[in-house]
């Protein structure tokens, strides 16, 4: 059985159990969260979020970057968003490479070099305040005074601002 298989089980095995308001695609608590993918975070859970409440982002990182820019700005523009939560974290995968390393690693593989930034970093402070600061400073956003960012701690599973 395939991992694919092994959710559609669970899925059909749960049911309907899941609470919260699914009747609009706007978020009832309207804010976006952007977040890495790294499955350590449990976006819904870390903030007893419920179904509805708030738009959930990720990408490898939880950077900002022009896609989460395009998803933020449908996000306010179309469904009612005013504010941004941004959160990185501790051990993050992206801290163990180098933009040139992974790229060259995929033109080595590929034959092509790719186009776009791998965003990787050292320090998840500094990564923060980057996407912070891109989020506030994007024209393309309606609502950018109500930016936040903090690193998530994986081991402790606490909080922590960037300032």
């Not at 989460?68 to 700005?73: F, V």
Request: glycine share 6%; net charge negative; proline share 2%.
């Amino acid at each position: 059985m395939t991992s694919i298989d092994v959710l559609l089980k669970r899925n059909q095995e749960i049911g309907n159990i899941v609470p919260g308001d699914r009747s609009s695609p706007k978020p009832s608590l309207h804010v976006s969260i952007l977040t890495c993918m790294d499955a350590r975070i449990r976006v819904f859970e870390i903030f007893g979020l419920l179904q509805g409440e708030a738009h959930v982002l990720r990408n490898a990182g939880g950077v900002v970057t022009d896609d989460m820019i395009r998803s933020l700005a449908l996000s306010q523009r179309k469904l009612g968003t005013r504010e941004v939560l941004i959160v990185q974290h501790t051990d993050c995968g992206l801290s163990t490479v180098t933009e040139d390393e992974f790229k060259d690693e995929l033109e080595s593989a590929t034959g092509l070099r790719p186009t776009w930034a791998v965003e990787a970093f050292r320090k998840v402070e500094d990564s923060v305040r980057t996407s912070v600061e891109r989020a506030r400073r994007s024209d393309f956003l309606l609502h950018n005074d109500n930016v936040r960012g903090f690193v998530y701690d994986v081991k402790a599973g606490s909080l922590t601002e960037v300032k």
